[in-house]
């Protein structure tokens, strides 16, 4: 076991450097619309019904401002790009403020992302990490190996006692897969499909989704960005 930690920690040191802030900015409040949200998971979790939510105009990762609660800012992890299936254009935070429960809570989306010549999204890896009180799991019951649109449908030890579900598309269609993008100046909640990775640990729920090259996108690559989804969420562990 304790060879097993010692491993961990040295990936979890070789995969990310700490997300401080070189050049401090102050969050910007901008026009939004919409809530990202889990599809398959929504009925446990909740989050499209917030009933209020403030959206800020997104910044570079690396600048990832002081007025965040320090509990959210220490699950905030810089990738190393090397990790990543794709070279990163742009790695962008954005992030939102919300009323669930009559309580106000952070999220955040960390977005890596690869653009094509027309400046459009192609490639992505974008990871959610949301405030929750309530862990939306506890009540759900892994019992299917496809989701509700067939798609394949893992669940994966994260800890002892918990697990992480991955959804990889293997059909021609998938579930609606929403992400933060700033859009004509407004922050909108895009939707797409893609592949996804959503686990809750420690009073946080994360929501990963990836959608990369044709190329690289087989079975080693979803085992590679499991683990990298697991040494994320327990990097601080």
Do not use: W
């Not at 009540?139 to 449908?153: A, F, I, P, W």
């Amino acid at each position: 076991m304790r060879k097993i930690q010692v491993l961990l920690s040295f990936m979890i040191a070789s995969i990310f450097v700490v997300a401080c802030s070189h050049e401090e900015v102050q969050l910007k409040k901008s026009k939004g619309f919409g809530t990202v949200h889990s599809e398959y998971f929504k009925a446990y979790e909740g989050l499209n019904e917030q009933e209020k939510t403030i959206y800020y105009k997104p910044v570079s990762i690396d600048q990832l401002p002081d007025t965040l609660p320090i509990a959210v800012k220490q699950k905030l992890k810089i990738i190393e790009q090397g990790h990543l299936p794709f070279t990163v254009d742009e790695q962008l935070a954005y992030v939102t403020k919300f009323k669930h429960d009559g309580v106000m809570k952070h999220a955040v989306q960390l977005s890596y992302i690869k653009k094509n010549e027309y400046d459009s999204i192609d490639q992505f890896f974008n990871i959610s990490i949301t405030e929750s009180d309530k862990n939306p799991l506890l009540n759900y019951q892994y019992t299917e190996t496809k989701d509700s649109v067939g798609n394949e449908l893992k669940q994966v030890a994260l800890t002892d006692d918990t697990f992480i579900y991955q959804q990889i598309i293997t059909t021609d269609g998938g579930l609606l897969y929403t992400y933060y993008d700033e859009i004509d100046s407004e922050i909108s909640a895009v939707g797409t499909q893609a592949n996804e990775l959503y686990a809750y640990h420690k009073g946080y729920i994360y929501h990963f989704g990836y959608s990369v090259s044709p190329e690289v996108n087989d079975e080693q690559l979803h085992d590679d960005l499991l683990a990298l989804a697991k040494a994320f969420i327990l990097a601080d562990a």
